[in-house]
């Protein structure tokens, strides 16, 4: 199955730096690749998704960049604001083929805090 | 336009007891997934619905759990003889697709504390 790993556990900025967050997965056949900002209390939250035919994606303040060949994709968050601050989650589904859509398997989560 | 919606938010139940959640996931989607959630971890895939049909069970999901989703539309997930270790954030998504990985969207759960 599929092993995500993700880095840092922790991260401190503060307000107006940048903010990288990194995922490493197992599963070479993975096609896609998403980001979620969980609020305290809150489900998760979709912020940004790739795909494995495109190697960087950008919305606003916030970028995903993927290298197939290292298996490793990452989060990149510019202009950090206070609300910035939540647990960030990766995760990648296996490709098992056919039927196996939407087994996401999440990294371990990244604890952001920005100082204002 | 509502997202998806889980009710109850918060269970508290005993040790022994059985307990229903439920899913109403995004209007048309046709995908349902259930997740569960522990403190300082990131959600754990439990089973998943196109429409109707469950297609895959988790092998976290033990013989004392059950998911319907009857008609295609809204789910439920039963959990009983509850144990300590189901404690946790159970967590409902849903997105609209055939084929192909397309974009979870996640409910804010229910918290299931087993005293």
């Known amino acids: 199955g599929e092993n995500v790993e993700q880095h840092p556990s922790t991260l401190s900025v503060q307000e107006g730096d940048s903010a990288v967050i990194k995922c490493t997965y197992s599963?070479?056949?993975?096609?896609?690749f998403p980001w979620y900002k969980q609020e305290l209390g809150k489900g998760p939250q979709l912020i940004i998704d790739i795909r494995s035919n495109v190697g960087e994606k950008k919305d606003q303040r916030i970028a995903v960049t993927l290298n197939k060949t290292a298996k490793h994709f990452s989060l990149h968050i510019t202009e950090t604001q206070p609300e910035d601050s939540a647990v960030y989650f990766c995760a990648a589904p296996p490709n098992a083929g056919g039927t196996s859509y939407g087994k996401l398997t999440f990294g371990q989560g990244t604890i952001l805090t920005v100082h204002p | 336009d509502t997202g998806v919606s889980q009710n109850p938010r918060h269970k508290i139940t005993k040790r022994g007891q059985n307990v229903t959640f439920r899913c109403d996931p995004i209007s048309e989607h046709n995908r349902l997934y259930w997740y569960r959630q522990t403190l300082g971890q990131g959600p754990e895939f439990l089973t998943y619905?196109?429409?109707?049909?469950?297609?895959?069970k988790s092998r976290l999901l033990s013989d004392r759990f059950s998911a319907e989703r009857p008609k295609g539309s809204f789910s439920t997930l039963e959990i009983q003889r509850t144990e300590q270790g189901d404690s946790a954030m159970y967590l409902c998504?849903?997105?609209?697709?055939?084929?192909?990985?397309?974009?979870?969207?996640f409910g804010d759960g229910t918290r299931l504390s087993i005293l």
């Open positions: 619905f196109q429409n109707e049909a469950q297609l895959e």
């Open positions: 599963d070479s056949a993975s096609n896609y």
């Open positions: 998504a849903s997105s609209l697709g055939l084929q192909g990985e397309k974009p979870q969207h």
